[in-house]
Structures are given as structure tokens and as C-alpha cells.
T-cell receptor
Framework: ETGVTQTPRHLVMGMTNKKSLKCEQH?????MYWYKQSAKKPLELMFV???????ENNSVPSRFSPECPNSSHLFLHLHTLQPEDSALYLC???????????FGSGTRLTVV | GENVEQHPSTLSVQEGDSAVIKCTYS??????FPWYKQELGKRPQLIID?????GEKKDQRIAVTLNKTAKHFSLHITETQPEDSAVYFC??????????????FGKGTHLIIQP
């Protein structure tokens, strides 16, 4: 483990379900991020939190809702997803803005 | 916003030869350029990074070069080994400052080391 833990590792959900992805870091980092990784596409930035405040949204559909209750935890709440939302969702953290990330192992999401 | 282009998408080299992966970026204010390695089924891992006040950085068999004027940077791997086989991503961080910024990634290069 790198210090960034994501759960669950795999998730299959129907389009009408509501689920949440969890990310936890014990590195003392101040910034946390959600990225989406799809086949043959670059890693897509979804959300950025710095000191628990969201600073970037990147026009993500409202069916994805982030939550950062404290500097160590980050959630991604999912509802009424579409099959094209199936992807690997990666959480990352960094000591501060403008420095290298440590990634979690990701949650492999399949929407059926 | 920032746009990062990465080439080639697939690179096959003989074991022991060198590999070079190139990236260009669009935002002249970008000032941080990391490279990540992602093995199959695993998380991306930072392997080397460079900031805009430096033109080259080396770490054993890995080196990164940066040309700010041309807005491109490259990853060089020498004496390639089978364990170097992976997908490599370049990234750039915009220089807008103020608060957190997210890295913009290239599409990745699948590096294959032929025995």
C-alpha cells in the first residue's frame, strides 16, 4: 500500500442504484483528487480538493457528487449512472498543490 | 485549459536498447511535469518529475528533458529491461497558481520490451 486506500476495489451497479466510493490517505497530504481512467483515453480530472475545499469541478455530470469531510477522506457519491460511466476511478493525494501525486489502487466500476 | 499530447501510443524496443517517449503541452505557464508508470492492473506510480527551472534530470536509467521554448518534454529510458514494460503517462500542471490545480495527463504510451 502506498498510503492511499480506495474501497471497494470492484463495484457493479445498476443504473438506478446509489453507491459511494471511498478514499483514505494517511500521508498528511493537503490535496486530494478524483480521476476517471477509461480505455484508450487519458486520465480525466474530475474533482480537486485542497484543504477540504473543492477548487475545481471540470464540468463533471451531476450524477457524480464528491464529498471531503476532512483532509484524510474523500468520497464520490454515485447515482443514476450510465453504462459509459464504467471505468477505473482513481483517487490521488499530494502534499500540497503543485506537487506529485500518490495514487490509490482504484475502484473498477461497472454500470449495468 | 492545458492540453497534453503524447507520442507514440505504442513503443516496442529490444531489451537493452533505449526508449524515448515525447510529450507536448499547450499552456506556457505550466511549470511541473511528472511521469508515471502504470503496470497492468496496478496504480500509476511517479517515476520522475521535472520543474520548469531545470532542463534535464536523471535518476539511474531514467532521464527527463524539458524544452520550455518548444513546450515539449521527453522521457528517456536506457538499457531497457523486461520490467520496464508498462504504460507510461506524462502530465503537466498549469501555472495559474492559487489553490490546488489538477494534473493534465497524456494518453499514455504502451512500452513493450522484447526479449
Amino acid at each position: 500500500e502506498t498510503g492511499v486506500t480506495q474501497t471497494p476495489r470492484h463495484l457493479v451497479m445498476g443504473m438506478t442504484n446509489k453507491k459511494s466510493l471511498k478514499c483514505e490517505q494517511h500521508l498528511g497530504h493537503n490535496a486530494m483528487y478524483w480521476y476517471k481512467q477509461s480505455a484508450k483515453k487519458p486520465l480525466e480530472l474530475m474533482f480537486v480538493y485542497s484543504l477540504e475545499e473543492r477548487v475545481e469541478n471540470n464540468s463533471v455530470p451531476s450524477r457524480f457528487s464528491p464529498e471531503c469531510p476532512n483532509s484524510s477522506h474523500l468520497f464520490l457519491h454515485l447515482h443514476t449512472l450510465q453504462p459509459e460511466d464504467s471505468a477505473l476511478y482513481l483517487c490521488a493525494s499530494s502534499p500540497q498543490a503543485r506537487s506529485g501525486y500518490t495514487f490509490g489502487s482504484g475502484t473498477r466500476l461497472t454500470v449495468v | 485549459g492545458e492540453n497534453v499530447e503524447q507520442h507514440p501510443s505504442t513503443l516496442s524496443v529490444q531489451e537493452g536498447d533505449s526508449a524515448v517517449i515525447k510529450c507536448t503541452y499547450s499552456d506556457s505557464a505550466s511549470n511541473y511535469f511528472p511521469w508515471y508508470k502504470q503496470e497492468l492492473g496496478k496504480r500509476p506510480q511517479l517515476i520522475i518529475d521535472i520543474r520548469s527551472n531545470v532542463g534535464e534530470k536523471k535518476d539511474q536509467r531514467i532521464a527527463v528533458t524539458l524544452n520550455k521554448t518548444a513546450k515539449h518534454f521527453s522521457l528517456h529510458i536506457t538499457e531497457t529491461q523486461p520490467e520496464d514494460s508498462a504504460v507510461y503517462f506524462c502530465a503537466a500542471l498549469g501555472g495559474t497558481g492559487g489553490g490546488a490545480d489538477g494534473l493534465t495527463f497524456g494518453k499514455g504510451t504502451h512500452l513493450i520490451i522484447q526479449p
